[in-house]
């Protein structure tokens, strides 16, 4: 608001100064006319160029603005009145308004009301009545209880706008702090709650095993194990929702560092050498699958022939095989199926996924609302995995008379972009 009204001053001062000029009595006079023109045009030229800089030295020192008065009040005195100088002089009392509240206003606008009597007393002016005499003086009060009343709309505006950016702060927390809520429960029912619930069904192998009337030693050795195994990664996963969880509240940086690099070295040792062979990776999980669970499950290649598997980073790689892992698990543990068809490839451009069981299927009228509000979290949390990598999902019998299908499509350039991106 300052820098627009030093643009006017400067302009009025333009128009007004060859009137100056040429009103100026010869010697002296020209000379401090000039000498008033060059400051009272390059002060108001600077204030307006660089109002950042300069807006401050003026804030702090309102006798810098009474000096440019009485310049102007020179300039005034020179052109007369009647030119475009007196539009400048309405503006100081503005100027102090707006800088220096009310106060200031008063101030500067009882100076400059003066000044304006005093020019209109030495031009002597016959054909000038009192109404005109006073009318200039009048509109420097006026501009300065302007000036004063935006000083209070501007301060009340900014204040308004800094409770809003608070607000928008908080705003932004909640949702993160919701967010990785969300996520640290997908992490947790996806990771250490299954295997928890793989060492139950481990154990329960266990004691009837060892229950038997003919107890095979061997049989007892290979599932005591396999509880030892899962009771590790329960204990591993556990850890790293920890280190997580450290990571990403603790102010050193290096922790998140550390964290990652703990992270990807996890995914690497759980996926094998090459962490980007999901066709790979997917098939070895579907036969460990069905080892553990004795659910016959088989894994099928589609799509056209690839002479190398899809590049994709780990962690898109790390959410499409939980994205199966947990279809297979859902399936096992509530759909009673017979057998479970895992079908992977390449088709142009995207990568597909389904894992179909020809179990029970869903209840007629599920939805995700439904699911949360009863504290089923498994069909939400893939969702949320498909949508955190850019996939398409769609839960359901697909092309199948019964049973569910967990079908996935991913754009492969999109994946490879969101690796790229910081």
């Avoid at 054909?127 to 000036?147: F, I, M, N, Q, R």
């Avoid at 608070?166 to 927390?173: F, G, I």
């Avoid at 080892?291 to 780990?314: K, Q």
Wanted: proline share 5%.
């Amino acid at each position: 608001m300052c820098r627009q009204v030093f643009g006017f001053r400067l302009a009025m001062i333009a128009l007004a100064t060859p009137s100056a000029l040429l009103n100026a009595h010869p010697g002296l006079g020209a000379r401090l006319v000039g000498a008033a023109v060059v400051v009272t045009f390059m002060t108001n030229y600077v204030l307006f160029r660089d109002w950042e800089r300069f807006g401050p030295l003026l804030l702090r020192h309102p006798t810098l603005l009474a000096v440019d008065t009485l310049f102007g009040s020179l300039l005034l005195i020179s052109a007369g009145p009647d030119t475009t100088l007196a539009y400048v002089s309405v503006c100081t009392p503005l100027l102090a308004g707006i800088v220096y509240s009310w106060r200031g206003a008063a101030c500067f606008a009882s100076l400059q009301s003066l000044i304006l009597l005093l020019v209109h007393a030495a031009t002597k002016n016959p054909d000038a009545s009192l109404a005109e005499s006073l009318l200039l003086p009048g509109l420097c009060v006026v501009t300065g209880a302007l000036g004063s009343t935006l000083r209070g709309l501007l301060l009340r505006f900014g204040a308004a706008t800094h409770a809003l950016s608070a607000v928008q702060s908080r705003l932004a927390v909640t949702e993160a702090v919701a967010a990785e809520r969300a996520r640290l429960a997908r992490e947790m029912h996806d990771s250490v709650a299954k295997t928890l619930h793989g060492v139950a069904f481990a154990a329960e192998a266990l004691a009837a095993t060892a229950g038997a009337e003919n107890t095979d030693p061997a049989r007892v050795r290979q599932q005591a194990e396999l509880v030892a195994r899962s009771a590790r990664r329960a204990a591993a996963e556990s850890r790293e929702l920890l280190t997580d969880l450290r990571g990403r509240t603790g102010p050193d940086a290096t922790d998140v560092l550390h964290e990652l690099a703990t992270r990807t070295s996890d995914f690497s040792t759980r996926t094998g050498p090459d962490a980007t062979d999901v066709l790979h990776e997917l098939a070895t999980r579907t036969s460990d699958f069905s080892t553990r669970t004795g659910l016959p499950a088989t894994y099928h290649p589609t799509g056209e022939p690839v002479a190398a598997p899809p590049e994709l980073p780990p962690a898109v790689a790390r959410q499409l095989l939980t994205i199966a892992a947990e279809a297979m698990e859902n399936a096992h543990r509530h759909a009673a199926p017979t057998r479970v068809d895992v079908r992977a490839g390449v088709h142009g451009d995207l990568l597909r996924i389904s894992v179909y069981d020809d179990g029970r299927g869903l209840p007629p009228g599920t939805t995700l609302e439904r699911l949360r509000s009863e504290g089923h979290f498994g069909l939400l949390g893939m969702v949320e995995r498909a949508a955190a990598v850019g996939a398409r999902i769609h839960i359901g019998r697909g092309g199948h008379t019964r049973g569910t299908e967990v079908s996935l499509e991913l754009r492969l350039a999109a994946a490879l972009a969101r690796e790229e991106a910081p």
